[in-house]
């Protein structure tokens, strides 16, 4: 099952992504963690581009022509028609590789291929009218996500005080077919209000997701 591979605050999130919108909504996430490992893992900056270069070429062929066998890959079926927002989110993955601290503007790419992607799942959803809130939404979550994760004081500083920009502007309700990617911006937007740190760390964060959940904010 590829929710497994999912990191902790994704996996809650999607819990609360309804009917119709859990495959592309789990396909995205799925896609979006298996690149994440991609990027952390990978020891040469060259082969974490040549595997990153791999993801853009399938998603760039027609479904019927693209490798088969790999689950992630067969999930992304549901994103036909919005690949392109796939391979941007790939892009985005690409800014994080290089040598610590990362300037602002690859921190900035970043955000804004995690939150184009969703953006094209409120299209997906049929919540197009909400897309532009969707993308608001995914950056506050990419840019306190990656201070999370960092390892660079510099890096995380810059992260937060983009993020934190973003969560000073108030965001609309997101439609109930978007509720995961509410309950990522609810997560974040706390995250950066306490200085950076995981997005689920307790059980307090445990308790914001249900509500996040439950009510959208």
């Not at 591979?5 to 809650?12: A, D, E, G, T, Y």
């Not at 896609?31 to 760039?60: F, H, I």
């Not at 506050?140 to 005080?161: G, V, Y």
């Amino acid at each position: 099952m590829i929710d497994e591979m999912l990191p902790l605050p994704q996996r809650l999130a999607l819990h609360y992504a309804p009917g119709p919108a859990r495959a592309p909504t789990l396909a995205l996430l799925a896609l979006d963690a298996r690149l994440s490992e991609l990027v952390a893992k990978a020891n040469e900056p060259l082969l974490a581009q040549l595997r990153l270069a791999w993801w853009r070429d399938e998603l760039g062929k027609p479904q019927a022509e693209r490798a088969r066998g790999d689950p992630v890959l067969d999930a992304l079926e549901a994103w036909a028609g919005e690949e392109q927002a796939l391979a941007g989110l790939v892009d985005g993955w690409e800014q994080l590789i290089g040598d610590a601290p990362l300037p602002t503007s690859s921190l900035e790419k970043f955000a804004d291929g995690r939150g184009n992607a969703f953006a094209a799942l409120a299209r997906l959803t049929g919540q197009g009218q909400s897309a532009k809130a969707a993308g608001h939404a995914a950056r506050i979550w990419a840019l306190a996500d990656f201070a999370a994760h960092s390892s660079n004081a510099e890096e995380r500083s810059t992260a937060l005080q983009l993020g934190g920009a973003l969560a000073r502007r108030a965001g609309a309700k997101l439609p109930r077919p978007l509720r995961a990617v509410a309950v990522l911006r609810g997560l974040g937007r706390r995250a950066i209000e306490r200085g950076g740190g995981p997005l689920v760390g307790g059980r307090r964060d445990v308790l914001a997701t249900m509500r996040l959940g439950m009510l959208g904010r």
